[in-house]
């Protein structure tokens, strides 16, 4: 867990110091959170995805698995992020 | 799964820090809705659509796809993970696994053996991904996905013989340099049967069209499944592994599957191409003068053989047998073309391919959760004046 948390902080530098692209996302509560999950993926990988509840808690669940470091408390934010503007009404 | 080691951490991250085609990302909000952002094109690689930019994955507009050879600009990239160019002077490779004599092969090694060249359409297993309905998960690619190359390589085959596979031995893995960008993500591996890997046409390559194979495609060393979805063909080999079973792992077990046809609780992984066709010309929305128009395009069947393309220029509601021209190679896509004497209105054209197998395009495909087997039937509106 240490392990991984301190590779994420690693490659968080990494982003901030060799930035060289931008993409928009909504400015809405809790966007700020995609920069967990462009530690490790560019954000088109997340906002070409559109899931129901269940679609993105599997796969934020999945990302987490893997190392995202998204604590429980963030999840429920990007959850609510993410369904408020990637959502499939017809997803699982 | 590899063990993890201090050491392949910190080259992880010195890869993230310094490879050149893992562009960070800043992200800057945006006012109003969820737009589709438009990263920057990649050089060499502009008339591609970027589908993400890390891990790069990059389609062709269908209508860039007209020639029987697609052009490196227009050749797609599909990475699962990105990797950091490789040496071909420092490359090797190791044989392992259920073989009597484990090997470890440079460039130089290969190049001893029998070579062979041959034409291979590769497709991405997700190739139109983004016509199911509901979404489905992954990059959502259209019709772009896909393309041939003439390989040149040796036969997995002459390479196994090298190693001495045991009679155990009953699949063949491929392991990259790519690497996932944490420790806990799943390495990308994939195993294909011992027939596939013994079959003739089944080979490592180390040339694209007559040069090294350029590293956004797999060089120095990649390995070509002729016939299989593309995610078989690894690229960037550093480990080929001789096994009991399939690999056990996330890109057999989960990715690359779909339901079974007679079980759908159950899913198998991904072995051979769908049957399929793609209209090139003419391009949707087209706007054509009334008169001779040629409707041309591709079409391929993976493990089949191509037995024909119908053709209808009403909606589906009348077909006619198109006629197959061009090059015919065993893994390769196949031109057709229709002579289509236009009348002014609007016309909906359809390509329908059929093959060996008994295999027919669909007019449409069940929603899998990963978004797999897209071949429905390709339509395209145009307006004639």
Not at chain 2, 26 to 31: F, K, Q, V
Not at chain 2, 61 to 68: A, I, K, S
Request: hydrophobic residues 40%; charged residues 20%; glycine residues 8%.
């Amino acid at each position: 867990m240490w392990r991984s948390l301190a590779l994420a902080a690693a490659l968080g530098t990494a982003v901030a110091a060799h930035a060289q692209q931008e993409v928009e996302v909504p400015k809405t509560p809790g966007w700020e959170l995609i920069m967990r999950c462009v530690i490790c993926h560019s954000v088109e990988i997340a906002v070409q995805q559109r899931f129901g509840p269940q679609g993105w808690s599997e796969t934020l669940d999945r990302m987490i698995k893997y190392g995202a470091p998204i604590p429980p408390e963030d999840k429920a934010q990007l959850m609510a992020y993410l369904l408020r503007h990637y959502r499939d009404p017809a997803g699982r | 799964m590899p063990h993890e080691t201090e050491a392949a951490l910190s080259r992880r991250g010195f890869l993230i820090a310094t490879g050149s085609t893992l562009a960070a990302t800043a992200l800057r909000p945006a006012a109003g809705d969820a737009q589709t952002p438009a990263p920057p094109p990649v050089p060499g690689k502009e008339k591609l659509i970027v589908r993400s930019s890390r891990p790069l994955n990059l389609e062709a507009r269908v209508t860039d796809l007209t020639t029987y050879h697609t052009p490196e600009s227009a050749f797609f990239v599909r990475n699962n993970y990105d990797a950091a160019p490789v040496d071909p002077a420092q490359w090797s490779m190791r044989i392992e696994g259920e073989v009597d004599n484990p090997v470890v092969l440079r460039l130089d090694d290969l190049r001893k053996l029998p070579a062979l060249t041959q034409d291979v359409t590769l497709e991405c297993a997700g190739n139109g991904r983004a016509f199911h309905q509901p979404r489905a998960s992954g990059i959502q690619w259209e019709h772009g996905a896909v393309g041939t190359q003439r390989f040149t390589g040796v036969r997995l085959a002459d390479v196994l013989a090298l190693a001495k596979l045991r009679p155990a031995a009953r699949h063949v893995a491929f392991d990259g340099v790519d690497k996932p960008p944490t420790p806990q993500a799943p390495d990308f591996i994939r195993s294909v049967p011992l027939w596939k890997a013994l079959a003739p046409h089944t080979m490592l390559a180390f040339e694209m069209a007559g040069r090294p194979i350029p590293h956004l495609h797999g060089g120095p060393v990649r390995a070509i499944v002729p016939g299989f979805v593309g995610s078989a063909s690894i690229k960037w080999l550093e480990r080929v592994m001789a096994l009991t079973e399939e690999f056990n792992g996330f890109y057999m077990k989960s990715n690359y599957t779909a339901p079974r046809a007679d079980n759908d609780k159950e899913v198998y992984s991904l072995q051979s191409l769908e049957v399929k066709s793609v209209i090139v010309n003419p391009a949707e929305g087209a706007r054509l003068a009334a008169g001779k128009v040629t409707a041309w395009g591709w079409a391929w069947a993976g493990e089949g053989e191509l037995t024909g393309v119908d053709v209808s220029t009403d909606g589906g509601k009348t077909w006619t047998t198109a006629t197959l021209v061009g090059p015919s190679d065993r893994y390769a896509w196949r031109q057709w073309e229709h002579a289509w004497d236009a009348a002014a209105g609007s016309h909906t054209l359809m390509a329908r391919a059929t093959d060996s197998l008994g295999r027919m395009q669909p007019a449409s495909r069940a929603f899998n959760r990963l978004g797999y087997r897209w071949n429905v039937i390709h339509a395209v509106k145009v307006d004639v004046a």
